[in-house]
Protein backbone atom coordinates (compact mmCIF):
# COMPACT_ATOMS: atom_id res chain seq x y z
CA UNK A 1 0.00 0.00 0.00
CA UNK A 2 1.14 3.75 -1.26
CA UNK A 3 0.84 6.98 0.08
CA UNK A 4 1.22 10.61 -1.32
CA UNK A 5 3.77 12.69 0.89
CA UNK A 6 3.69 16.07 -0.30
CA UNK A 7 6.43 17.57 1.76
CA UNK A 8 8.71 14.11 0.24
CA UNK A 9 6.85 14.99 -3.57
CA UNK A 10 6.62 10.90 -3.87
CA UNK A 11 4.42 7.94 -2.82
CA UNK A 12 5.26 6.70 0.42
CA UNK A 13 5.17 2.36 1.11
CA UNK A 14 3.28 1.91 4.13
CA UNK A 15 3.87 -1.89 4.53
CA UNK A 16 7.68 -1.53 4.14
CA UNK A 17 7.26 1.41 7.08
CA UNK A 18 4.99 -1.34 9.25
CA UNK A 19 7.35 -3.82 8.13
CA UNK A 20 11.07 -1.61 9.44
CA UNK A 21 9.19 -0.88 12.91
CA UNK A 22 8.40 -4.79 13.35
CA UNK A 23 11.90 -5.73 12.53
CA UNK A 24 13.14 -2.65 15.26
CA UNK A 25 10.82 -3.84 18.24
CA UNK A 26 11.98 -7.25 17.37
CA UNK A 27 15.53 -6.69 17.65
CA UNK A 28 14.84 -4.38 20.76
CA UNK A 29 13.03 -7.36 22.54
CA UNK A 30 15.94 -9.55 21.54
CA UNK A 31 18.46 -7.64 22.83
CA UNK A 32 16.20 -7.15 26.65
CA UNK A 33 16.23 -10.73 26.37
CA UNK A 34 19.75 -11.40 25.70
CA UNK A 35 20.66 -9.12 28.53
CA UNK A 36 17.96 -10.76 30.93
CA UNK A 37 20.07 -13.99 30.32
CA UNK A 38 23.18 -12.36 30.54
CA UNK A 39 26.39 -14.49 31.09
CA UNK A 40 25.67 -17.88 31.97
CA UNK A 41 27.60 -19.75 34.94
CA UNK A 42 29.51 -22.61 33.81
CA UNK A 43 31.64 -25.00 35.71
CA UNK A 44 34.83 -24.09 36.74
CA UNK A 45 33.90 -20.51 37.67
CA UNK A 46 33.56 -20.16 33.77
CA UNK A 47 30.73 -18.26 32.32
CA UNK A 48 29.25 -17.99 28.42
CA UNK A 49 27.76 -14.82 27.44
CA UNK A 50 24.40 -15.48 25.87
CA UNK A 51 25.25 -13.11 22.97
CA UNK A 52 27.81 -15.61 22.10
CA UNK A 53 25.29 -18.83 22.35
CA UNK A 54 23.01 -16.41 19.85
CA UNK A 55 25.83 -16.14 17.13
CA UNK A 56 26.42 -19.88 17.29
CA UNK A 57 22.70 -20.41 16.37
CA UNK A 58 21.07 -20.89 20.21
CA UNK A 59 18.36 -18.20 20.57
CA UNK A 60 16.91 -17.38 24.42
CA UNK A 61 13.95 -18.74 23.02
CA UNK A 62 15.64 -22.18 22.47
CA UNK A 63 18.29 -21.79 25.15
CA UNK A 64 15.14 -21.86 27.75
CA UNK A 65 13.60 -25.02 26.37
CA UNK A 66 17.45 -26.84 26.50
CA UNK A 67 17.53 -25.70 30.28
CA UNK A 68 14.27 -26.76 30.98
CA UNK A 69 14.83 -30.39 29.70
CA UNK A 70 18.29 -30.52 31.58
CA UNK A 71 16.49 -29.60 35.24
CA UNK A 72 14.48 -32.68 34.19
CA UNK A 73 17.39 -34.95 33.64
CA UNK A 74 19.39 -33.72 36.63
CA UNK A 75 16.01 -34.27 38.72
CA UNK A 76 15.64 -33.23 42.34
CA UNK A 77 19.09 -33.30 43.27
CA UNK A 78 21.04 -31.07 45.64
CA UNK A 79 23.65 -33.32 47.21
CA UNK A 80 27.53 -32.89 45.41
CA UNK A 81 27.52 -36.13 44.82
CA UNK A 82 24.04 -36.72 43.73
CA UNK A 83 24.13 -33.82 41.09
CA UNK A 84 27.54 -35.02 39.88
CA UNK A 85 25.94 -38.37 39.27
CA UNK A 86 22.82 -37.29 37.55
CA UNK A 87 25.20 -34.80 35.31
CA UNK A 88 27.58 -37.42 34.34
CA UNK A 89 24.44 -40.08 33.62
CA UNK A 90 22.53 -37.39 31.42
CA UNK A 91 25.77 -36.39 29.52
CA UNK A 92 26.74 -39.99 29.16
CA UNK A 93 23.34 -41.24 27.90
CA UNK A 94 22.66 -38.24 25.37
CA UNK A 95 26.30 -38.31 24.11
CA UNK A 96 26.24 -41.81 23.18
CA UNK A 97 24.95 -42.33 20.55
CA UNK A 98 26.98 -39.93 18.72
CA UNK A 99 30.39 -41.09 20.08
CA UNK A 100 29.53 -45.25 18.97
CA UNK A 101 28.97 -43.57 15.28
CA UNK A 102 32.33 -41.50 15.59
CA UNK A 103 33.87 -44.49 16.72
CA UNK A 104 32.29 -46.62 14.19
CA UNK A 105 33.60 -44.49 11.20
CA UNK A 106 36.69 -44.26 12.89
CA UNK A 107 37.17 -48.33 12.97
CA UNK A 108 35.37 -48.46 9.93
CA UNK A 109 32.49 -50.98 11.52
CA UNK A 110 29.15 -50.50 10.81
CA UNK A 111 26.33 -48.74 12.34
CA UNK A 112 24.64 -51.64 13.39
CA UNK A 113 27.76 -53.97 15.19
CA UNK A 114 28.91 -50.76 16.86
CA UNK A 115 25.55 -50.48 18.72
CA UNK A 116 24.89 -53.65 19.34
CA UNK A 117 28.25 -54.21 20.55
CA UNK A 118 27.61 -51.65 23.62
CA UNK A 119 25.31 -53.93 25.55
CA UNK A 120 26.09 -57.32 27.06
CA UNK A 121 24.19 -59.45 24.94
CA UNK A 122 25.51 -57.95 22.05
CA UNK A 123 29.14 -57.95 22.41
CA UNK A 124 28.28 -61.74 23.69
CA UNK A 125 26.20 -62.33 20.40
CA UNK A 126 28.57 -60.84 17.92
CA UNK A 127 31.32 -62.72 19.74
CA UNK A 128 29.78 -65.95 19.07
CA UNK A 129 29.19 -65.29 15.78
CA UNK A 130 32.83 -64.52 14.91
CA UNK A 131 33.59 -67.53 16.60
CA UNK A 132 31.77 -69.58 14.76
CA UNK A 133 32.71 -68.38 11.93
CA UNK A 134 36.26 -70.13 12.52
CA UNK A 135 37.26 -73.42 12.18
CA UNK A 136 39.51 -73.51 15.38
CA UNK A 137 36.93 -71.67 17.56
CA UNK A 138 33.94 -73.20 16.89
CA UNK A 139 33.50 -75.21 19.42
CA UNK A 140 30.64 -74.84 22.19
CA UNK A 141 33.27 -74.98 25.23
CA UNK A 142 35.03 -72.35 23.62
CA UNK A 143 32.63 -69.84 23.56
CA UNK A 144 31.89 -70.51 27.21
CA UNK A 145 35.68 -70.17 27.96
CA UNK A 146 35.39 -66.82 25.95
CA UNK A 147 32.21 -65.88 27.82
CA UNK A 148 34.09 -66.21 31.06
CA UNK A 149 37.07 -64.17 29.78
CA UNK A 150 34.87 -61.42 28.96
CA UNK A 151 33.49 -61.54 32.36
CA UNK A 152 37.30 -61.30 33.72
CA UNK A 153 38.50 -58.55 31.64
CA UNK A 154 34.81 -56.57 32.22
CA UNK A 155 35.36 -57.14 36.12
CA UNK A 156 39.34 -55.69 36.32
CA UNK A 157 38.59 -52.16 36.37
CA UNK A 158 42.10 -51.37 36.67
CA UNK A 159 42.91 -51.61 32.86
CA UNK A 160 42.36 -49.30 29.91
CA UNK A 161 39.34 -51.08 27.61
CA UNK A 162 42.93 -51.71 25.16
CA UNK A 163 44.27 -53.97 27.58
CA UNK A 164 40.48 -55.28 28.10
CA UNK A 165 40.61 -56.00 24.91
CA UNK A 166 43.81 -57.30 24.58
CA UNK A 167 42.92 -59.85 27.59
CA UNK A 168 40.47 -61.25 25.07
CA UNK A 169 42.70 -61.23 21.78
CA UNK A 170 45.02 -63.52 23.69
CA UNK A 171 42.35 -65.66 25.03
CA UNK A 172 41.33 -66.12 21.33
CA UNK A 173 44.88 -66.91 20.30
CA UNK A 174 45.25 -69.40 22.87
CA UNK A 175 41.72 -71.36 22.20
CA UNK A 176 42.66 -71.14 18.55
CA UNK A 177 45.86 -72.70 18.74
CA UNK A 178 44.83 -75.37 21.73
CA UNK A 179 41.86 -76.89 19.88
CA UNK A 180 44.04 -76.80 16.52
CA UNK A 181 47.45 -76.92 16.19
CA UNK A 182 50.02 -74.82 17.41
CA UNK A 183 50.38 -71.10 15.51
CA UNK A 184 46.79 -71.82 14.23
CA UNK A 185 45.83 -68.04 15.78
CA UNK A 186 48.19 -66.86 12.37
CA UNK A 187 45.29 -68.52 10.23
CA UNK A 188 42.52 -66.54 11.67
CA UNK A 189 40.87 -64.37 9.37
CA UNK A 190 42.56 -61.08 10.18
CA UNK A 191 40.04 -58.86 9.18
CA UNK A 192 37.35 -60.28 10.95
CA UNK A 193 39.44 -60.52 13.88
CA UNK A 194 40.05 -56.81 13.67
CA UNK A 195 36.91 -56.10 13.71
CA UNK A 196 35.66 -58.02 16.46
CA UNK A 197 38.84 -56.71 18.44
CA UNK A 198 37.27 -52.84 17.65
CA UNK A 199 33.72 -54.23 18.98
CA UNK A 200 35.08 -55.50 22.07
CA UNK A 201 37.41 -52.13 22.53
CA UNK A 202 34.22 -50.16 22.00
CA UNK A 203 32.26 -52.26 24.44
CA UNK A 204 34.83 -52.04 27.34
CA UNK A 205 35.46 -48.43 26.68
CA UNK A 206 31.40 -47.46 27.07
CA UNK A 207 31.41 -49.58 30.27
CA UNK A 208 34.56 -48.21 31.73
CA UNK A 209 33.35 -44.36 31.33
CA UNK A 210 30.05 -44.64 33.47
CA UNK A 211 31.66 -42.96 36.05
CA UNK A 212 29.40 -41.73 38.75
CA UNK A 213 31.84 -38.95 40.19
CA UNK A 214 34.66 -36.35 38.81
CA UNK A 215 36.96 -37.88 40.61
CA UNK A 216 36.03 -41.16 39.18
CA UNK A 217 36.34 -39.18 35.20
CA UNK A 218 39.53 -37.53 36.33
CA UNK A 219 41.05 -41.53 37.52
CA UNK A 220 40.02 -42.59 34.41
CA UNK A 221 41.70 -39.35 32.16
CA UNK A 222 45.33 -40.10 34.39
CA UNK A 223 44.65 -43.58 33.28
CA UNK A 224 44.78 -42.80 29.84
CA UNK A 225 47.19 -40.02 29.33
CA UNK A 226 49.73 -42.05 31.33
CA UNK A 227 49.95 -45.11 29.03
CA UNK A 228 49.61 -42.72 26.16
CA UNK A 229 53.04 -40.89 27.46
CA UNK A 230 54.48 -44.12 27.94
CA UNK A 231 53.94 -45.53 24.57
CA UNK A 232 55.17 -42.13 23.18
CA UNK A 233 58.68 -42.81 24.81
CA UNK A 234 58.44 -46.10 23.52
CA UNK A 235 58.03 -48.11 26.37
CA UNK A 236 55.63 -50.50 24.68
CA UNK A 237 56.03 -53.00 21.53
CA UNK A 238 52.88 -51.80 18.80
CA UNK A 239 50.94 -54.24 17.11
CA UNK A 240 48.08 -54.80 14.49
CA UNK A 241 45.79 -57.80 15.56
CA UNK A 242 47.26 -59.32 12.43
CA UNK A 243 50.75 -59.60 14.14
CA UNK A 244 52.03 -57.45 11.79
CA UNK A 245 53.85 -54.80 13.54
CA UNK A 246 53.21 -50.86 12.97
CA UNK A 247 54.05 -47.38 14.34
CA UNK A 248 52.01 -46.41 16.73
CA UNK A 249 48.98 -49.03 16.32
CA UNK A 250 48.58 -48.50 20.20
CA UNK A 251 48.69 -45.06 20.33
CA UNK A 252 46.17 -44.68 17.91
CA UNK A 253 43.52 -47.20 19.85
CA UNK A 254 44.34 -45.85 23.02
CA UNK A 255 41.64 -43.12 23.51
CA UNK A 256 38.48 -43.10 26.19
CA UNK A 257 35.23 -43.32 24.54
CA UNK A 258 34.78 -39.48 25.91
CA UNK A 259 37.31 -38.95 22.91
CA UNK A 260 34.63 -39.29 20.87
CA UNK A 261 32.17 -36.93 22.33
CA UNK A 262 30.78 -34.12 21.03
CA UNK A 263 32.86 -30.93 21.69
CA UNK A 264 30.67 -28.83 24.21
CA UNK A 265 30.41 -32.33 26.04
CA UNK A 266 34.34 -32.92 26.42
CA UNK A 267 34.82 -29.44 27.84
CA UNK A 268 31.56 -29.57 29.94
CA UNK A 269 33.86 -32.86 31.53
CA UNK A 270 37.30 -31.41 31.36
CA UNK A 271 35.96 -28.27 33.12
CA UNK A 272 34.33 -30.62 36.24
CA UNK A 273 37.38 -32.42 36.31
CA UNK A 274 39.46 -29.25 37.10
CA UNK A 275 37.02 -27.65 39.52
CA UNK A 276 37.33 -31.29 41.47
CA UNK A 277 40.95 -31.53 41.21
CA UNK A 278 41.40 -27.76 42.07
CA UNK A 279 39.13 -27.81 45.09
CA UNK A 280 37.00 -24.98 43.39
CA UNK A 281 34.03 -24.97 45.48
CA UNK A 282 31.50 -27.58 45.24
CA UNK A 283 29.36 -28.36 41.98
CA UNK A 284 26.43 -26.30 41.95
CA UNK A 285 22.69 -27.66 40.68
CA UNK A 286 22.55 -23.97 38.17
CA UNK A 287 26.16 -24.63 36.44
CA UNK A 288 25.30 -28.17 36.18
CA UNK A 289 21.99 -27.56 34.80
CA UNK A 290 23.79 -25.04 32.22
CA UNK A 291 26.60 -27.18 31.02
CA UNK A 292 24.04 -29.75 29.84
CA UNK A 293 21.73 -27.60 28.22
CA UNK A 294 25.33 -26.21 26.03
CA UNK A 295 25.45 -30.16 25.27
CA UNK A 296 21.23 -30.83 24.38
CA UNK A 297 21.97 -26.91 22.59
CA UNK A 298 25.28 -28.57 20.31
CA UNK A 299 23.64 -31.74 19.52
CA UNK A 300 20.44 -29.85 18.64
CA UNK A 301 22.36 -27.80 16.10
CA UNK A 302 24.68 -30.63 14.62
CA UNK A 303 20.77 -32.73 13.85
CA UNK A 304 19.19 -29.37 12.64
CA UNK A 305 22.77 -29.53 10.11
CA UNK A 306 22.53 -33.05 9.54
CA UNK A 307 18.61 -32.41 8.48
CA UNK A 308 19.26 -30.06 6.08
CA UNK A 309 22.43 -31.56 4.17
CA UNK A 310 20.43 -34.28 3.58
CA UNK A 311 17.55 -32.00 2.02
CA UNK A 312 20.15 -30.92 0.04
CA UNK A 313 21.68 -34.19 -1.26
CA UNK A 314 18.38 -35.58 -1.41
Known amino acids: MQIWVGDLDG????????????????????????DDLGDITLFSNHTISSRKLYSRGVGPEQWRWMLHRAEKSLGQTDSQEDIEESFLKATMSVTRRYAVTRYASFEALS???????????????????????????????CRTDMQRTLHLAASTSNLTAYDQTGLVQRRLHELASRSSCTHAHLK??????????????????NREC???????????????????AAEKQGFDTSQKPTGRKIQNWRLRSLRPLTFYFPFSARHSLK??????????GSIGRQAAANELALIYCEIELMRTHAKKMAKRSG
Request: zero cysteines; aromatic letters at 8%.
Open 271 to 280: RLTTQNVLGA
Open 111 to 141: FSSAITAIFPHGIRALLFSYMAGEQSLSDIS
Open 11 to 34: HVNIDAISRANEQEAAEYALEVDL
Open 210 to 228: QVRSAAKLHELELRYESER
Open 188 to 205: LDKGRMRNMLSLSRLYFA
